[in-house]
């Protein structure tokens, strides 16, 4: 399963076929990454910058992202 979690600044991956659950996102930013809920990443949570300096720590990839451009998007 792959899903996409994006806003005006960041898009964010994750495929669960590589998901290793090393726990890097939860332990990082538990606001964002929390999979008691649902959708289990609130994009919101967090400044884009953190999400992705949290994003680039996975291990194997599962997470992935891009910065976006807000004019481009609004």
């Not at 939860?26 to 992705?52: H, T």
Request: hydrophobic share 30%; aromatic share 6%; glycine share 4%.
């Amino acid at each position: 399963m792959k899903r996409t979690y994006e806003n005006k600044k960041i898009r964010v991956f994750w495929d669960s076929e590589k998901c290793i659950h090393s726990g890097n996102c939860l332990l990082g930013l538990p606001q964002v990454f929390n999979p008691q809920s649902r959708p289990w990443v609130d994009i919101d949570a967090a400044d884009a910058e953190e999400i992705r300096k949290c994003v680039e720590d996975c291990p194997s990839r599962a997470l992935t992202c891009e910065m976006l451009d807000e004019e481009r998007k609004g």
